[in-house]
């Protein structure tokens, strides 16, 4: 087995990437249909990074890395994957929307 990419007390700081979740709070912009390439700038990001977490968790399960590089890396990576990037994927749908509700607010 090869020597671990970090150590074992080191991988429960992974977990400070649920912090990462702190990006629903950009909602409230995309409630008020505002900062439209900050708030899909930021979910494309925390996309992107959790993909290069999931790919580093799936590389180190392939040179034979200890279970917990493996876990540290990639399921932090697919979690952050799957939702931000189904998020930003739901992102003009929802500012469609805003826009909509403004149109109807100052057509009243």
Do not use: N
């Amino acid at each position: 087995m090869p020597e671990a990419w970090f150590a074992r007390e080191i991988a429960p700081f992974f977990s400070l990437l649920s912090l990462t979740a702190a990006i629903a709070l950009l909602d409230v912009f995309v409630q008020r249909g505002e900062h439209r390439g900050l708030v899909r700038t930021c979910y494309a990001i925390s996309a992107f990074a959790g993909l290069a977490l999931f790919a580093a968790g799936a590389v180190a399960l392939a040179t034979g890395q200890p279970w917990y590089v493996e876990f540290a890396l990639g399921f932090p990576g697919a979690v952050m994957f799957v939702a931000c990037g189904w998020s930003s994927l739901r992102l003009d749908a929802a500012y469609s929307a805003a826009e909509h509700r403004r149109t109807l607010a100052k057509d009243i």
